[in-house]
């Protein structure tokens, strides 16, 4: 399959999964985008357009433990993000995969957060 048709394909998907999840303000979007390098989260709420929370593996507290964008990168970030989550006052969020499957990292992270006190 040619590179175009899989883009167009995960766009068909990003697009599918966030026609039926929206944030609010008592239940804001959690975001996860995976890079070769990197792992990105950020809660959003979609009626402001804002990012209510945001963290990733290039965050200054979490760059010297030199996560790489793994299963134990995922988990460890999904911890972190559970953790600024409630100091911030976040218990509930819907959960926004980007396009990508229910297995492997996205997985470890939505376990993470879950099991650091995140409920979707």
Not at 1 to 30: C, D, F, H, Y
Not at 52 to 73: P, Q
Not at 77 to 94: D, Q, R
Request: glycine share 8%.
């Amino acid at each position: 399959m040619e590179l175009q048709k899989k883009l167009e394909l995960r766009q068909k998907r990003i697009w599918r999964v966030r026609s039926k999840v929206n944030g609010t303000a008592e239940r804001p979007r959690l975001s996860v985008c995976l890079t070769n390098k990197h792992i990105y989260a950020q809660a959003i709420n979609d009626e402001t357009g804002s990012t209510v929370l945001y963290v990733s593996t290039l965050a200054k507290d979490l760059r010297e433990e030199k996560l790489k964008a793994n299963v134990a990168g995922a988990k460890r970030l999904g911890t972190a993000f559970g953790e600024k989550a409630k100091s911030a006052g976040l218990t509930k969020v819907v959960f926004d995969r980007h396009g990508k499957r229910y297995h492997g990292c996205v997985k470890a992270f939505a376990e993470a957060a879950r099991a650091a006190g995140l409920d979707f």
